[in-house]
């Protein structure tokens, strides 16, 4: 069935409550919209765990910095509710820009987790990320929110936004759905021109060979980094953002690989930034 589309607050609120008085159990998937199928593998992953998905679809103006891509951020609200019908999701809450933020003055920043990796390279993404999170789970007030792995640091920023301030709900991290070339699925990736698409794989490539390197019994996470950032220096077109071996949890630089740690990456290829990242046993 077609999923209901609510444009305001209000109308999420209703929809939630009449669900509720059935005894349902409400899901949420934030999601900026041009969705792709690692969105609808969130959404499935969020209705085996209730009963009652909604999908936010909101291009968030203050994740973004002033040299980003909101504008030409992709919207296709249309296709995105017709691939939400797939997955049986219930509710798609589109808001505007003015229901969400009508003359807001409060933000929400988690310290630490995002002084590395992403955090300096977008100043402000995060108080973004975790203010609009945080309105879309007070609004839907879900039992469980899913979020996508590729998105590591902010996964690590949300659960511990929810821990600190007591958010009853359950957050669930995903696994990264890939093409079958292994290229993460982003709704970035349209941005590619062919050539780029050709080589994208080839980050995901570096990420497999360094965490095999450590498997295989490699600890020194500089010689590991230095290693990765060579094998993504090679891509023909990509400019390397960063390339780092940190602390799975806390996102600390690590020299020594005693612990689970977590290799990431963000790389230009052409002016598409991608971020990958895995983990590391
Ligand atoms: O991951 C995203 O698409 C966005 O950062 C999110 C979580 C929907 C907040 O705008």
Redesign the pocket.
Known sequence: MKPIIARTIAEVRAAVRAARADEQRIGCV???GALHDGHLELVRVAKRNTEFVVT?I?V?PT?FGPNEDFARYPRTLDADVTRLEEVDCDLVFAPAVDEMYPESLTTVEVAKLGDQLCGPRRPGHFRG?CT??LKLLNIVQPDVAV??AK?AQ?ARIIVRMVRDLNVPVEIVVAPTVREADGLAMSSRNRYLSPEERAEAPRIHAALRAIRNRAIAGETDAARLESALNHELAAIPGARIDYASIVDDSTLKPIAILDRPALAAVAVFLGSTRLIDNITIP
Do not use: A, L
């Open positions: 934030p999601t900026m936010t909101f968030n994740q990320v609009v999170v979020f996508g998105d902010q």
